[in-house]
């Protein structure tokens, strides 16, 4: 069992910047796929960024390439989504998402997930 706490969304302007965090219960993330999703209104949801187990490799949706990083603490028991250089579109309820092992896909088949957090980026 994976209990996840995100926190660090909110409304920013355009241009501005973002830091949300993904917090485990009970558990590290060294042998879990960590990743972001993003749902917008009347839009499935839609892969942003993951991690691999250890954070040793990254892969990110070709809509934030350049502007959002992932990444994972020292501890390993935090996930985070640095996101730079907003734009309207990145509007949406973001989830962090963790399964065991490796993951190959966008594709949201996930183990488990966060509650969401709203991030809003004015014109």
């Known amino acids: 069992q994976v209990q996840l706490v995100e926190s660090g969304g909110g409304l920013v302007q355009a241009g501005g910047s973002l830091r949300l965090s993904c917090a485990a219960s009970g558990r590290t993330f060294s042998a879990y796929t960590m990743a972001w999703f993003r749902q917008a209104p009347g839009k499935e949801r839609e892969f942003v960024a993951r991690i691999s187990p250890g954070g040793t490799s990254t892969y990110y949706a070709d809509s934030v390439k350049g502007r959002f990083t992932i990444s994972i603490d020292n501890a390993k028991t935090t996930v985070f989504l640095q996101m730079n250089t907003l734009k309207p579109e990145d509007t949406a309820v973001y989830y962090c998402?963790?399964?065991?092992?490796?993951?190959?896909?966008?594709?949201?088949?996930?183990?488990?997930w966060g509650q969401g957090t709203q991030v809003t980026v004015s014109s």
């Open positions: 998402a963790v399964k065991s092992g490796f993951v190959y896909t966008t594709a949201p088949q996930y183990d488990y």
